[in-house]
């Protein structure tokens, strides 16, 4: 059985440590030893996005990343989205407009919405659905899914 490594991440804020054999993705790291459930496992090759997580404030697929690698990062998770007792603006706007279905991929849509809105805050349909590429649901057509991320823009230009 291969040595584990000591990996200290900055997740959501606050500093987490746990043991991670070399090989261990993210994804697995962030599920299994630290108990953060946000991040789905999809594929496992970095095409659905289920796992998107932000490494360093930019989406990252947790499936394609060595635990071990990041040591030091800093990690966003879904579950750092908001508090326990209020939703996130985007968090919002996806539950007003049914921009989710079954939820598998919902949290990988939320924080690529997230970074997405951090860099172009007021965006076109086009840009919303170009930014939505890398993003797999197979439940709602995403047709809610943009108008919730359109809808999500302008309550953060409000608040801002």
Do not use: W
């Not at 059985?1 to 993705?25: C, D, Q, S, W």
């Not at 796992?51 to 930019?58: P, V």
């Not at 990343?65 to 030091?72: K, S």
């Amino acid at each position: 059985m291969p040595e584990k490594i000591e990996v200290t991440l900055t997740i959501n804020g606050e500093t987490r440590r746990g043991l991670a054999e070399p090989r261990l993705l993210l994804a697995d790291f962030l599920r299994h030893e630290l108990g953060l459930m946000g991040a789905h496992i999809g594929c496992e090759h970095g095409v659905c996005g289920a796992c998107t997580i932000l490494i360093d404030g930019r989406t990252a697929r947790s499936c394609l990343h060595f635990a071990v690698a990041l040591d030091g990062a800093v990690i966003d998770t879904v579950e750092g989205l908001a508090g326990p007792d209020e939703l996130h603006p985007i968090q919002e706007a996806f539950h007003q407009n049914h921009a989710l279905q079954c939820g598998y991929c919902t949290s990988g849509f939320l924080l690529t919405t997230l970074e997405f809105l951090r860099r172009n805050p007021d965006p076109d349909e086009d840009e919303i659905r170009r930014a939505l590429t890398n993003n797999l649901c197979r439940c709602t057509g995403y047709t809610n899914i943009v108008k919730a991320v359109a809808e999500a823009a302008a309550a953060l230009r409000a608040a801002d």
